[in-house]
């Protein structure tokens, strides 16, 4: 059986291990954070099952937008589950896709929750605007 860690500040650490990770494109940091079983709730309903999967997604994800930087501004915690919002910023640059949407530098927050078991993410649910947040609350309460 999966043991819950209910200290907010070591699941805080996981998140923010992660998203340094990606940061640095450390990958095999990165593929450490998640459980190899883990499911991703995407914003869209859509989900992604195993850690190859989603970390491919979070690859893609850099790569299209190479001067992506992300940190963990805030975190709330109950039980195994730890709500995050992220903030993200995006420089632009001539190399990133969509560059006519990119003119300046843009800024804004994820938000995602994170199921912690045994030290890795088992379990995330992505949400990054209103309507995704209710689709997201939805599926926490099922």
């Given at each position: ?64 937008l190479p001067s992506i930087e992300t940190k ?37 927050s994820m938000l995602s929750t994170v199921r912690i078991l045994d030290g ?23």
């Amino acid at each position: 059986m999966a043991s819950v860690d209910h200290s907010i500040a070591n699941q805080r650490q996981v998140v923010e291990a992660l998203w340094a990770a990606v940061n640095e494109r450390r990958f095999s940091d990165v593929e450490s954070a998640y459980d190899p079983e883990v499911v991703y709730h995407a914003s869209d309903g859509s989900e992604l099952r195993g850690a190859r999967d989603v970390i491919d997604l979070l690859r893609a994800f850099v790569v299209s937008l190479p001067s992506i930087e992300t940190k963990l501004e805030a975190a709330v915690g109950d039980g195994s589950l730890l709500s995050c919002r992220v903030h993200t910023s995006i420089a632009s640059t001539t190399n990133d896709i969509d560059k006519d949407h990119l003119k300046a530098p843009r800024s804004f927050s994820m938000l995602s929750t994170v199921r912690i078991l045994d030290g890795r993410i088992a379990e995330e649910w992505a949400a990054f605007g209103p309507l995704d947040l209710i689709r997201q609350a939805e599926a926490l309460a099922a």
